[in-house]
């Protein structure tokens, strides 16, 4: 990747690149109980969805750049209400570039790559 800042996707797993090196993996996957979903950042949990009342994420103890921690923030929100609501990877990524373009993203929404429109 040659662009200072973007997304990267394989799967369900994602990179956040920002001043030319990237951070990651970030993924999720669904809690045991398959109630909730845990966000993990290097296979280590960092928090987790378990209701709108109830969500979770601490990555303090990783020492990510804050505009990481951001970008990471916003990607998991709008995974999250993709999945939950049932969209299709084309509207996950429409809602995905929408979020980070309200908060001041441009250059991430920008450069995405990996995440298809299906």
């Not at 994602?14 to 809690?31: I, L």
């Not at 995905?96 to 429109?117: R, S, W, Y």
Request: hydrophobic share 40%.
């Amino acid at each position: 990747m040659s662009t200072a800042s973007g997304l990267r996707f394989e799967g369900t797993a994602f990179w956040v690149r920002h001043r030319h090196r990237e951070f990651g993996p970030f993924d999720y996957e669904w809690s045991r109980d398959m109630l909730g979903i845990e966000f993990l950042y290097g296979r280590t949990k960092f928090g987790e969805y378990c209701s709108d009342d109830e969500i979770s994420a601490d990555l303090k103890e990783f020492r990510l750049p804050m505009r990481v921690v951001e970008v990471t923030a916003i990607v998991c929100g709008s995974i999250v209400f993709g999945i939950l609501n049932g969209l299709s990877q084309a509207e996950k990524k429409a809602i995905l570039l929408h979020n980070l373009e309200e908060n001041d993203l441009p250059g991430f929404a920008e450069n995405v790559e990996g995440m298809q429109d299906c």
